[in-house]
Every structure is written in C-alpha cells, then in structure tokens.
Nanobody, 125 residues
Framework: QVQLVESGGGSVQVGGSLRLSCAAS????????MAWFRQAPGAEREGVAV???????NYADSVKGRFTISKDNAKNTVYLQMNSLKSEDTAMYYC???????????????????WGQGTQVTVSS
C-alpha cells in the first residue's frame, strides 16, 4: 500500500524559508508523477509544483522563482524548498502521487491516486 508522509511545515515570517519533505513507501510503479498541492481555508486545492520520473518540473505561476521541487530517489523522498514566503502561501500543503510517466494536466487533484495527510504552513508578517 502506498503511503505518503509529509513533514517540514511550520510558522515562518514573511520572506522566510521552509523545506517540506514527502516520504513515499510501498510504491512499486516504474513511473510516477509527484506533486505538491496546497489548500487554504475556504479555497480549492491548487497545484503548486510537480516533478516527473525523468526529473522534469513544473510550477504554478504564483510560486515560480520562489519554490523548487526536487527528489531523492534513493530515499524515495520529494522536497519542496520554499523561499521568499508570502502571507498568501499560508495553507495546508499536501503531497500527491500518481502512477504515470508524464504529468499532463498536473494541477488536477482528481488525477492523483495517493495523498499524504498534509502539513501546515503559516506565513505571518
């Protein structure tokens, strides 16, 4: 059974940084699309960043240049480095995975089979 466990959330001031981690286990597929989503209170879940098996990445416009997604295959872990954080980045952040090679339409939550429990990120001024 696939399990995704996020960690690294917390409270930080505007302009600060955080690094989120998503540890995956039980995954036997050869190709996987790994993504980070976030959801603020009263808002829809939105795609933040994605990384394909081959390493290709994509980002939401709102985080380009500030966030970086990466992975360590040996540790089965995906990271989200978040710099220059803004108050609007405050949300619950979720890791998601789907067994496919290309992450087409990666921003659609319904396209992902596996989800973590989420980690809270709070950015205050």
């Amino acid at each position: 059974q696939v399990q995704l466990v996020e960690s690294g959330g917390g409270s930080v001031q505007v302009g600060g940084s955080l690094r989120l981690s998503c540890a995956a286990s039980g995954y036997t597929y050869s190709g996987v699309c790994m993504a980070w989503f976030r959801q603020a209170p009263g808002a829809e879940r939105e795609g933040v960043a994605v990384i394909e098996t081959g390493g290709t990445t994509n980002y939401a416009d709102s985080v380009k240049g500030r966030f970086t997604i990466s992975k360590d295959n040996a540790k089965n872990t995906v990271y989200l480095q978040m710099n220059s954080l803004k108050s609007e980045d405050t949300a619950m952040y979720y890791c998601a995975a789907d067994p496919r090679w290309r992450c087409v339409n990666w921003v659609r939550p319904s396209d992902y089979n596996y989800w973590g429990q989420g980690t809270q990120v709070t950015v205050s001024s």
